[in-house]
Protein backbone atom coordinates (compact mmCIF):
# COMPACT_ATOMS: atom_id res chain seq x y z
CA UNK A 1 0.00 0.00 0.00
CA UNK A 2 1.35 3.32 -0.98
CA UNK A 3 1.75 6.09 1.06
CA UNK A 4 0.24 10.04 1.20
CA UNK A 5 4.42 11.04 0.59
CA UNK A 6 4.34 8.40 -1.92
CA UNK A 7 1.85 9.05 -4.21
CA UNK A 8 3.22 12.98 -4.11
CA UNK A 9 5.99 11.89 -5.42
CA UNK A 10 4.98 9.75 -7.97
CA UNK A 11 2.77 12.57 -9.25
CA UNK A 12 5.18 15.27 -9.15
CA UNK A 13 7.84 12.58 -10.93
CA UNK A 14 4.77 12.14 -13.76
CA UNK A 15 4.07 15.61 -14.29
CA UNK A 16 7.79 16.78 -14.97
CA UNK A 17 7.78 13.91 -17.09
CA UNK A 18 4.81 15.19 -18.93
CA UNK A 19 6.54 18.61 -19.13
CA UNK A 20 9.36 17.46 -21.16
CA UNK A 21 7.01 16.61 -23.71
CA UNK A 22 8.11 13.25 -24.32
CA UNK A 23 4.28 11.85 -24.83
CA UNK A 24 3.60 14.66 -27.37
CA UNK A 25 5.23 12.48 -30.04
CA UNK A 26 2.86 10.27 -31.94
CA UNK A 27 5.65 7.78 -32.60
CA UNK A 28 6.04 7.56 -28.99
CA UNK A 29 2.44 6.90 -27.56
CA UNK A 30 2.21 4.14 -30.67
CA UNK A 31 5.13 2.53 -29.42
CA UNK A 32 3.91 2.34 -25.80
CA UNK A 33 0.72 1.16 -27.33
CA UNK A 34 2.64 -1.72 -28.52
CA UNK A 35 4.43 -2.41 -25.27
CA UNK A 36 1.01 -2.24 -23.52
CA UNK A 37 -0.42 -5.07 -26.10
CA UNK A 38 2.84 -6.70 -25.66
CA UNK A 39 2.89 -6.84 -21.89
CA UNK A 40 -1.21 -8.20 -22.05
CA UNK A 41 -0.52 -11.07 -24.86
CA UNK A 42 2.70 -12.44 -22.97
CA UNK A 43 0.92 -12.61 -19.48
CA UNK A 44 -1.99 -13.94 -21.10
CA UNK A 45 -2.02 -17.06 -18.85
CA UNK A 46 -0.99 -15.15 -15.55
CA UNK A 47 -3.88 -12.80 -15.78
CA UNK A 48 -6.07 -15.86 -16.47
CA UNK A 49 -4.98 -17.53 -13.71
CA UNK A 50 -5.68 -14.12 -11.65
CA UNK A 51 -9.34 -14.02 -12.67
CA UNK A 52 -9.88 -17.43 -11.67
CA UNK A 53 -8.62 -16.69 -8.45
CA UNK A 54 -10.34 -13.63 -7.78
CA UNK A 55 -13.67 -14.30 -9.29
CA UNK A 56 -13.83 -17.28 -10.44
CA UNK A 57 -13.74 -16.99 -13.78
CA UNK A 58 -12.77 -19.96 -16.19
CA UNK A 59 -10.53 -18.80 -18.35
CA UNK A 60 -12.70 -18.68 -21.62
CA UNK A 61 -15.10 -15.95 -20.01
CA UNK A 62 -11.71 -14.20 -18.88
CA UNK A 63 -10.24 -13.96 -22.11
CA UNK A 64 -13.18 -12.54 -23.66
CA UNK A 65 -14.52 -10.29 -20.83
CA UNK A 66 -10.71 -8.92 -20.24
CA UNK A 67 -7.86 -10.11 -22.29
CA UNK A 68 -9.48 -10.39 -25.96
CA UNK A 69 -11.23 -6.57 -25.29
CA UNK A 70 -7.92 -4.92 -24.41
CA UNK A 71 -6.26 -6.05 -27.83
CA UNK A 72 -8.98 -5.38 -29.63
CA UNK A 73 -9.22 -1.75 -28.19
CA UNK A 74 -5.31 -1.18 -28.49
CA UNK A 75 -5.41 -2.49 -32.33
CA UNK A 76 -8.51 -0.03 -33.47
CA UNK A 77 -6.28 2.37 -31.37
CA UNK A 78 -2.79 2.30 -33.41
CA UNK A 79 -4.83 2.02 -36.39
CA UNK A 80 -6.84 5.33 -36.09
CA UNK A 81 -4.82 7.45 -33.90
CA UNK A 82 -2.93 9.28 -36.20
CA UNK A 83 -5.65 10.20 -38.15
CA UNK A 84 -7.54 11.17 -34.17
CA UNK A 85 -4.28 13.46 -33.30
CA UNK A 86 -4.20 15.53 -36.70
CA UNK A 87 -5.37 19.23 -36.33
CA UNK A 88 -8.29 20.09 -37.42
CA UNK A 89 -7.99 23.15 -40.36
CA UNK A 90 -11.00 25.62 -40.68
CA UNK A 91 -11.67 28.60 -42.61
CA UNK A 92 -11.53 31.43 -40.11
CA UNK A 93 -14.28 33.24 -41.66
CA UNK A 94 -14.62 36.47 -43.35
CA UNK A 95 -15.25 38.51 -39.65
CA UNK A 96 -11.70 37.56 -38.69
CA UNK A 97 -9.98 38.42 -42.09
CA UNK A 98 -7.09 38.77 -43.41
CA UNK A 99 -6.71 35.91 -41.11
CA UNK A 100 -7.40 32.37 -43.18
CA UNK A 101 -6.27 29.72 -41.29
CA UNK A 102 -7.49 28.03 -38.08
CA UNK A 103 -6.31 25.18 -36.34
CA UNK A 104 -8.09 22.64 -33.65
CA UNK A 105 -5.32 20.59 -32.08
CA UNK A 106 -5.84 17.80 -30.00
CA UNK A 107 -3.75 18.26 -26.76
CA UNK A 108 -3.68 15.93 -24.00
CA UNK A 109 -4.50 16.98 -20.37
CA UNK A 110 -1.27 16.29 -18.70
CA UNK A 111 -1.41 13.48 -15.77
CA UNK A 112 -4.49 11.28 -15.14
CA UNK A 113 -5.84 9.30 -12.59
CA UNK A 114 -8.01 6.12 -13.59
CA UNK A 115 -9.83 4.43 -10.99
CA UNK A 116 -10.63 1.18 -12.07
CA UNK A 117 -12.96 -1.31 -10.11
CA UNK A 118 -12.91 -5.04 -9.17
CA UNK A 119 -15.13 -6.56 -11.39
CA UNK A 120 -13.11 -6.46 -14.82
CA UNK A 121 -10.23 -5.74 -13.22
CA UNK A 122 -7.82 -5.60 -16.43
CA UNK A 123 -10.36 -4.32 -19.16
CA UNK A 124 -11.44 -1.44 -16.95
CA UNK A 125 -7.74 -0.44 -15.81
CA UNK A 126 -5.96 -1.07 -19.22
CA UNK A 127 -8.93 -0.31 -21.51
CA UNK A 128 -8.93 2.90 -19.92
CA UNK A 129 -5.27 3.19 -19.95
CA UNK A 130 -5.41 2.58 -23.44
CA UNK A 131 -7.04 5.97 -24.35
CA UNK A 132 -4.67 8.02 -22.30
CA UNK A 133 -2.01 6.97 -23.58
CA UNK A 134 -3.44 7.34 -27.05
CA UNK A 135 -4.58 11.35 -25.69
CA UNK A 136 -0.36 11.88 -24.84
CA UNK A 137 -0.86 11.56 -20.94
CA UNK A 138 0.88 10.06 -18.21
CA UNK A 139 -1.40 7.62 -15.80
CA UNK A 140 -1.79 6.94 -12.13
CA UNK A 141 -4.18 3.96 -11.74
CA UNK A 142 -5.51 3.47 -8.84
CA UNK A 143 -6.55 -0.36 -9.01
CA UNK A 144 -9.17 -2.12 -6.55
CA UNK A 145 -8.20 -3.35 -3.34
CA UNK A 146 -10.82 -6.23 -3.33
CA UNK A 147 -9.70 -8.03 -7.11
CA UNK A 148 -6.26 -9.21 -4.86
CA UNK A 149 -4.74 -11.21 -7.23
CA UNK A 150 -5.25 -9.10 -10.29
CA UNK A 151 -4.25 -5.99 -8.74
CA UNK A 152 -0.57 -7.48 -7.77
CA UNK A 153 -0.46 -9.00 -11.39
CA UNK A 154 -1.54 -5.37 -12.62
CA UNK A 155 0.99 -3.51 -10.34
CA UNK A 156 4.26 -5.83 -11.32
CA UNK A 157 3.20 -6.27 -15.31
CA UNK A 158 2.81 -2.44 -15.51
CA UNK A 159 6.42 -2.09 -13.63
CA UNK A 160 8.38 -4.42 -15.79
CA UNK A 161 7.08 -2.30 -18.81
CA UNK A 162 6.75 1.60 -17.96
CA UNK A 163 8.58 4.02 -16.33
CA UNK A 164 6.57 5.15 -13.10
CA UNK A 165 7.28 8.90 -14.03
CA UNK A 166 4.79 7.59 -16.99
CA UNK A 167 2.47 5.35 -15.82
CA UNK A 168 2.24 3.26 -12.17
CA UNK A 169 -0.06 1.66 -10.54
CA UNK A 170 -1.09 2.00 -6.79
CA UNK A 171 -2.83 -0.06 -4.51
CA UNK A 172 -5.00 -0.18 -1.47
CA UNK A 173 -8.37 0.53 -0.17
CA UNK A 174 -10.27 4.04 0.09
CA UNK A 175 -7.87 5.83 2.21
CA UNK A 176 -5.30 5.30 -0.52
CA UNK A 177 -8.00 6.44 -3.42
CA UNK A 178 -8.39 9.68 -1.44
CA UNK A 179 -4.60 10.66 -1.17
CA UNK A 180 -5.11 9.86 -4.85
CA UNK A 181 -7.42 12.33 -4.89
CA UNK A 182 -5.88 15.02 -3.07
CA UNK A 183 -3.11 15.63 -5.60
CA UNK A 184 -3.78 17.97 -8.44
CA UNK A 185 -4.53 15.41 -11.47
CA UNK A 186 -5.31 17.12 -15.30
CA UNK A 187 -8.10 14.25 -15.62
CA UNK A 188 -9.97 11.94 -13.74
CA UNK A 189 -11.84 8.83 -15.06
CA UNK A 190 -13.70 6.65 -12.42
CA UNK A 191 -15.38 3.43 -12.78
CA UNK A 192 -18.07 2.54 -10.12
CA UNK A 193 -20.86 3.15 -7.98
CA UNK A 194 -22.85 6.47 -8.07
CA UNK A 195 -22.16 7.01 -4.62
CA UNK A 196 -18.61 6.96 -4.92
CA UNK A 197 -18.38 8.64 -7.86
CA UNK A 198 -20.11 12.04 -5.65
CA UNK A 199 -17.57 11.76 -3.24
CA UNK A 200 -15.05 11.79 -6.49
CA UNK A 201 -16.53 14.73 -8.18
CA UNK A 202 -16.16 16.70 -4.71
CA UNK A 203 -12.55 15.52 -4.15
CA UNK A 204 -12.04 16.60 -8.37
CA UNK A 205 -14.22 20.26 -7.41
CA UNK A 206 -11.38 21.34 -5.43
CA UNK A 207 -9.02 21.74 -8.20
CA UNK A 208 -11.55 22.37 -11.08
CA UNK A 209 -10.40 18.78 -12.55
CA UNK A 210 -12.66 17.59 -15.49
CA UNK A 211 -14.06 14.11 -14.70
CA UNK A 212 -15.35 11.02 -16.65
CA UNK A 213 -17.38 8.99 -15.11
CA UNK A 214 -18.70 5.24 -15.76
CA UNK A 215 -21.18 3.87 -13.40
CA UNK A 216 -23.93 1.25 -13.10
CA UNK A 217 -26.58 3.26 -12.20
CA UNK A 218 -28.72 4.25 -9.05
CA UNK A 219 -31.84 2.39 -10.14
CA UNK A 220 -30.24 -0.50 -12.37
CA UNK A 221 -30.94 -1.63 -15.91
CA UNK A 222 -34.16 -2.24 -17.50
CA UNK A 223 -34.81 -5.08 -19.78
CA UNK A 224 -37.97 -5.68 -21.35
CA UNK A 225 -39.68 -8.51 -22.62
CA UNK A 226 -42.90 -8.08 -24.47
CA UNK A 227 -45.40 -10.50 -25.22
CA UNK A 228 -44.63 -11.07 -29.27
CA UNK A 229 -40.63 -11.24 -28.12
CA UNK A 230 -38.92 -14.62 -29.06
CA UNK A 231 -38.93 -16.12 -25.52
CA UNK A 232 -36.57 -18.81 -26.21
CA UNK A 233 -34.24 -16.61 -27.70
CA UNK A 234 -34.60 -13.85 -24.57
CA UNK A 235 -34.42 -16.43 -22.29
CA UNK A 236 -30.75 -17.59 -23.31
CA UNK A 237 -29.35 -14.45 -23.73
CA UNK A 238 -30.41 -12.85 -20.28
CA UNK A 239 -29.30 -16.37 -18.05
CA UNK A 240 -26.04 -16.18 -20.09
CA UNK A 241 -25.54 -12.87 -19.29
CA UNK A 242 -26.82 -12.78 -15.16
CA UNK A 243 -24.78 -15.76 -14.94
CA UNK A 244 -21.86 -13.90 -16.67
CA UNK A 245 -19.35 -13.20 -13.95
CA UNK A 246 -21.76 -13.71 -11.32
CA UNK A 247 -24.26 -10.69 -12.37
CA UNK A 248 -21.21 -8.58 -11.67
CA UNK A 249 -21.16 -5.93 -14.49
CA UNK A 250 -22.35 -2.12 -15.04
CA UNK A 251 -24.42 -2.97 -17.78
CA UNK A 252 -25.69 -6.36 -16.41
CA UNK A 253 -29.73 -6.70 -15.94
CA UNK A 254 -30.85 -5.46 -13.07
CA UNK A 255 -34.70 -6.40 -13.26
CA UNK A 256 -36.82 -8.11 -16.26
CA UNK A 257 -39.58 -6.64 -17.53
CA UNK A 258 -42.42 -9.42 -18.54
CA UNK A 259 -45.68 -9.07 -20.34
CA UNK A 260 -48.08 -10.89 -18.14
CA UNK A 261 -49.54 -12.83 -21.12
CA UNK A 262 -46.17 -14.66 -21.70
CA UNK A 263 -44.65 -14.76 -18.12
CA UNK A 264 -45.10 -18.41 -16.95
CA UNK A 265 -43.54 -19.46 -20.49
CA UNK A 266 -41.06 -17.39 -19.99
CA UNK A 267 -39.95 -18.16 -16.49
CA UNK A 268 -40.28 -21.62 -17.54
CA UNK A 269 -37.82 -20.76 -20.72
CA UNK A 270 -35.84 -19.25 -18.29
CA UNK A 271 -35.10 -21.81 -15.60
CA UNK A 272 -34.40 -24.43 -18.33
CA UNK A 273 -31.73 -21.43 -19.47
CA UNK A 274 -29.88 -21.30 -16.73
CA UNK A 275 -29.79 -25.34 -16.20
CA UNK A 276 -28.60 -25.57 -19.71
CA UNK A 277 -25.32 -23.45 -19.02
CA UNK A 278 -24.69 -23.97 -15.41
CA UNK A 279 -26.50 -27.63 -14.75
CA UNK A 280 -28.40 -28.52 -12.05
CA UNK A 281 -25.93 -26.98 -9.31
CA UNK A 282 -24.39 -23.98 -10.39
CA UNK A 283 -22.47 -23.68 -7.05
CA UNK A 284 -20.04 -27.00 -7.97
CA UNK A 285 -19.60 -25.78 -11.49
CA UNK A 286 -16.21 -24.71 -12.09
CA UNK A 287 -17.05 -22.64 -15.20
CA UNK A 288 -19.60 -20.45 -12.58
CA UNK A 289 -17.76 -17.23 -11.67
CA UNK A 290 -17.69 -16.39 -7.42
CA UNK A 291 -18.62 -13.62 -5.46
CA UNK A 292 -16.19 -10.97 -4.91
CA UNK A 293 -16.04 -11.05 -1.54
CA UNK A 294 -17.73 -12.69 1.80
CA UNK A 295 -19.13 -9.12 2.47
CA UNK A 296 -20.77 -9.11 -1.13
CA UNK A 297 -21.92 -12.77 -0.86
CA UNK A 298 -23.72 -11.51 2.76
CA UNK A 299 -25.29 -8.81 0.62
CA UNK A 300 -26.77 -10.83 -1.50
CA UNK A 301 -27.58 -13.77 0.48
CA UNK A 302 -29.74 -10.70 3.02
CA UNK A 303 -31.45 -9.79 -0.10
CA UNK A 304 -32.56 -13.39 -1.67
CA UNK A 305 -33.70 -14.05 2.10
CA UNK A 306 -35.82 -10.65 2.45
CA UNK A 307 -37.57 -12.42 -1.10
CA UNK A 308 -37.40 -16.12 0.14
CA UNK A 309 -41.33 -16.41 -0.33
CA UNK A 310 -41.01 -15.37 -3.78
CA UNK A 311 -37.87 -17.46 -5.03
CA UNK A 312 -38.92 -19.29 -8.27
CA UNK A 313 -35.33 -20.91 -9.17
CA UNK A 314 -32.26 -20.65 -7.60
CA UNK A 315 -31.88 -19.26 -3.63
CA UNK A 316 -28.90 -21.14 -2.31
CA UNK A 317 -25.28 -20.35 -1.84
CA UNK A 318 -21.95 -21.35 -0.26
CA UNK A 319 -19.88 -18.56 1.75
CA UNK A 320 -17.03 -20.96 1.41
CA UNK A 321 -16.86 -20.81 -1.80
CA UNK A 322 -18.68 -17.04 -2.25
CA UNK A 323 -20.86 -18.50 -5.02
CA UNK A 324 -24.41 -17.86 -4.98
CA UNK A 325 -27.16 -19.78 -7.37
CA UNK A 326 -28.86 -17.44 -10.24
CA UNK A 327 -31.83 -16.55 -8.39
CA UNK A 328 -35.37 -16.07 -10.24
CA UNK A 329 -37.43 -13.84 -7.99
CA UNK A 330 -41.02 -13.47 -9.17
CA UNK A 331 -43.30 -11.34 -9.01
CA UNK A 332 -41.82 -7.98 -7.97
CA UNK A 333 -43.67 -4.77 -8.20
CA UNK A 334 -41.43 -1.49 -9.17
CA UNK A 335 -42.20 0.12 -6.41
CA UNK A 336 -40.23 -2.17 -4.06
CA UNK A 337 -36.64 -1.94 -2.79
CA UNK A 338 -34.67 -4.51 -5.09
CA UNK A 339 -35.69 -2.52 -8.31
CA UNK A 340 -34.81 0.37 -6.51
CA UNK A 341 -30.71 -0.49 -6.60
CA UNK A 342 -28.20 -1.88 -8.19
CA UNK A 343 -27.86 -5.19 -7.38
CA UNK A 344 -24.62 -5.84 -8.41
CA UNK A 345 -24.68 -10.26 -8.27
CA UNK A 346 -26.83 -12.99 -9.23
CA UNK A 347 -30.45 -11.93 -8.28
CA UNK A 348 -33.34 -11.79 -11.30
CA UNK A 349 -36.21 -9.87 -10.14
CA UNK A 350 -39.10 -10.29 -12.60
CA UNK A 351 -41.63 -7.76 -13.07
CA UNK A 352 -45.23 -8.40 -14.46
CA UNK A 353 -46.71 -5.92 -16.53
CA UNK A 354 -49.73 -5.54 -18.86
CA UNK A 355 -48.53 -5.63 -22.57
CA UNK A 356 -51.12 -3.13 -23.02
CA UNK A 357 -50.08 -0.66 -20.61
CA UNK A 358 -46.53 -0.72 -21.73
CA UNK A 359 -46.33 2.93 -21.79
CA UNK A 360 -47.02 3.13 -17.72
CA UNK A 361 -44.05 0.93 -17.28
CA UNK A 362 -42.21 3.45 -19.56
CA UNK A 363 -43.29 6.32 -18.07
CA UNK A 364 -42.46 5.01 -14.57
CA UNK A 365 -38.60 3.82 -16.26
CA UNK A 366 -38.21 7.20 -17.51
CA UNK A 367 -39.14 8.66 -13.86
CA UNK A 368 -35.96 6.89 -12.52
CA UNK A 369 -32.36 7.61 -12.41
CA UNK A 370 -30.92 6.95 -15.96
CA UNK A 371 -29.64 3.40 -16.23
CA UNK A 372 -26.41 2.67 -18.18
CA UNK A 373 -27.74 0.13 -20.01
CA UNK A 374 -31.65 -0.54 -21.51
CA UNK A 375 -32.37 -3.90 -23.09
CA UNK A 376 -35.64 -4.51 -25.43
CA UNK A 377 -36.68 -8.33 -26.86
CA UNK A 378 -39.87 -7.70 -29.31
CA UNK A 379 -40.80 -8.35 -33.01
CA UNK A 380 -41.93 -4.98 -32.92
CA UNK A 381 -38.53 -2.66 -34.49
CA UNK A 382 -40.86 0.29 -34.77
CA UNK A 383 -41.80 0.75 -31.38
CA UNK A 384 -38.42 -0.43 -30.09
CA UNK A 385 -36.84 2.11 -32.27
CA UNK A 386 -38.80 4.50 -31.00
CA UNK A 387 -38.15 3.45 -27.53
CA UNK A 388 -34.07 4.15 -28.11
CA UNK A 389 -34.50 7.06 -29.69
CA UNK A 390 -36.58 8.63 -26.72
CA UNK A 391 -35.36 7.53 -23.70
CA UNK A 392 -32.39 7.92 -21.32
CA UNK A 393 -30.11 5.35 -20.70
CA UNK A 394 -26.39 4.78 -21.67
CA UNK A 395 -26.34 2.56 -24.65
CA UNK A 396 -28.59 -0.87 -24.84
CA UNK A 397 -29.92 -3.57 -27.63
CA UNK A 398 -33.13 -4.83 -29.26
CA UNK A 399 -33.19 -8.49 -29.21
CA UNK A 400 -29.61 -9.30 -27.56
CA UNK A 401 -27.67 -8.07 -24.25
CA UNK A 402 -24.85 -6.74 -23.78
CA UNK A 403 -22.55 -6.95 -26.70
CA UNK A 404 -23.12 -3.13 -27.90
CA UNK A 405 -20.17 -3.06 -25.48
CA UNK A 406 -17.46 -4.89 -28.55
CA UNK A 407 -18.85 -2.70 -31.38
CA UNK A 408 -15.59 -1.29 -32.65
CA UNK A 409 -15.88 2.94 -33.67
CA UNK A 410 -19.08 3.72 -31.03
CA UNK A 411 -18.39 5.12 -27.48
CA UNK A 412 -19.32 3.58 -24.21
CA UNK A 413 -20.90 6.13 -21.71
CA UNK A 414 -23.35 6.52 -19.25
CA UNK A 415 -25.98 9.49 -18.66
CA UNK A 416 -26.99 10.83 -15.51
CA UNK A 417 -26.55 8.92 -12.56
CA UNK A 418 -24.97 6.05 -14.96
CA UNK A 419 -22.04 8.30 -15.56
CA UNK A 420 -20.44 11.14 -18.05
CA UNK A 421 -17.79 11.26 -20.70
CA UNK A 422 -16.95 8.38 -22.87
CA UNK A 423 -14.54 5.90 -23.93
CA UNK A 424 -13.72 3.36 -26.43
CA UNK A 425 -11.54 3.85 -29.32
CA UNK A 426 -12.25 7.77 -30.78
CA UNK A 427 -14.77 8.46 -28.33
CA UNK A 428 -11.79 7.51 -25.87
CA UNK A 429 -9.39 9.60 -27.36
CA UNK A 430 -11.30 12.48 -27.42
CA UNK A 431 -11.94 11.57 -23.51
CA UNK A 432 -8.72 12.61 -22.80
CA UNK A 433 -7.92 15.03 -24.59
CA UNK A 434 -8.89 18.86 -24.54
CA UNK A 435 -9.11 20.80 -28.31
CA UNK A 436 -7.06 23.61 -28.56
CA UNK A 437 -8.15 26.75 -31.22
CA UNK A 438 -5.43 28.46 -33.00
CA UNK A 439 -6.39 31.34 -35.18
CA UNK A 440 -3.40 32.13 -37.44
CA UNK A 441 -3.66 35.97 -38.47
CA UNK A 442 -1.54 38.35 -40.47
CA UNK A 443 0.63 41.48 -40.07
CA UNK A 444 -0.95 43.04 -43.37
CA UNK A 445 -4.30 43.91 -44.85
CA UNK A 446 -5.98 43.69 -41.65
CA UNK A 447 -9.48 45.56 -41.04
CA UNK A 448 -9.99 48.44 -38.38
CA UNK A 449 -13.63 47.64 -38.26
CA UNK A 450 -13.32 46.01 -34.72
CA UNK A 451 -11.15 49.06 -33.47
CA UNK A 452 -12.12 52.02 -31.63
CA UNK A 453 -13.44 54.67 -32.33
CA UNK A 454 -16.26 53.39 -33.79
CA UNK A 455 -18.27 56.85 -34.45
CA UNK A 456 -15.58 57.33 -37.64
CA UNK A 457 -17.12 55.45 -40.28
CA UNK A 458 -19.64 53.40 -38.51
CA UNK A 459 -22.02 53.36 -41.21
CA UNK A 460 -19.70 51.86 -43.45
CA UNK A 461 -18.64 49.50 -40.67
CA UNK A 462 -22.03 48.63 -39.58
CA UNK A 463 -23.27 47.20 -43.14
CA UNK A 464 -19.46 45.37 -43.42
CA UNK A 465 -20.51 43.31 -39.80
CA UNK A 466 -23.46 42.34 -40.85
CA UNK A 467 -22.45 41.25 -44.63
CA UNK A 468 -19.57 38.92 -42.87
CA UNK A 469 -21.14 37.80 -39.93
CA UNK A 470 -24.32 36.46 -41.20
Not at 341 to 366: G, M, Q, R, T
Not at 399 to 421: A, D, I, Q
Amino acid sequence: MNSREEIKAIVESQRAFFKTNTTLDLSYRIDALKKLKAMVISHEKEMEEALEKDLGRHYVEAYLCDIGSIILEINETIAGLKKWARPETHFSGLACFPSIITNVYKMPYGNTLIISPFNFPFLLSLGVLIPAVAGGNTAVIKASSKSVHCTALLKKMVAETFPSNYITVIDGGHDVADFCLEERFDKIFYTGSPKVAVHVMEMAAKNLTPVALELGGENGNWCIVRKDADIKDAARKIAFFKALNSGQICININQVAVAKEIADDFIKELKAAFNKSLGNDPLTNPEYPKLITAGAYDKCEAEAKEYEDRILFGGKGNRETQKFEPTIIYPVTTNEKIVNHELFNPLLPIVPYEDDKIDELIEEISRREHGLSLYIFTRNKRWAKRMFATMQYGGGCLNEVCVHLMVKGVPFNGVGHSGMGAYHGHAGFREFTHSSTVLYGKTKGNLSLREHPYSKGAEGKMRLLKLFER
